[in-house]
């Protein structure tokens, strides 16, 4: 049983970095054939991917969030992060990392959420 669990601070300031860490259990993220995804929903809105890295380590970021978004890995831990920068209040949302399976594009495995919220 693969489970993913976000960790990282439920405030940040306008203008600074948010920062999130996605640490997987049951499984390994360099396996083949799974993308590890940033995803988020904000208050009243549809949930939207941020980007993901490949078990290869390539990353994909969505061209709305690429000039402001990284992700990487630890391998050794079997982690990955994401980091936005220059935050918002629009980055106020509900953030969760999940597992896509490749060949079929369904998303299997979902981290619990986490709430961030962006302000002063």
């Known amino acids: 049983q693969v489970q993913l669990q976000e960790s990282g601070p439920g405030l940040v300031k306008p203008s600074q970095t948010l920062s999130l860490t996605c640490t997987v259990s049951?499984?390994?993220?360099?396996?083949?054939?799974?993308?590890w995804s940033w995803i988020r929903q904000p208050p009243g809105k549809e949930l939207e991917i941020m980007g993901a890295?490949?078990?290869?380590?390539?990353?994909y970021y969505s061209p709305s969030l690429k000039s402001r978004t990284s992700i990487s890995r630890d391998t050794s831990k079997n982690q990955f992060t994401l980091q936005l920068n220059s935050v918002t209040p629009e980055d106020t949302a509900v953030y969760y990392c999940?597992?896509?399976?490749?060949?079929?594009?369904?998303?299997?495995?979902w981290g619990q959420g986490t709430q961030v919220t962006v302000s002063s």
């Open positions: 890295i490949f078990y290869s380590g390539t990353t």
């Open positions: 049951g499984g390994s993220i360099t396996a083949d054939g799974y993308r």
């Open positions: 999940a597992r896509r399976v490749l060949s079929t594009g369904e998303y299997d495995y």
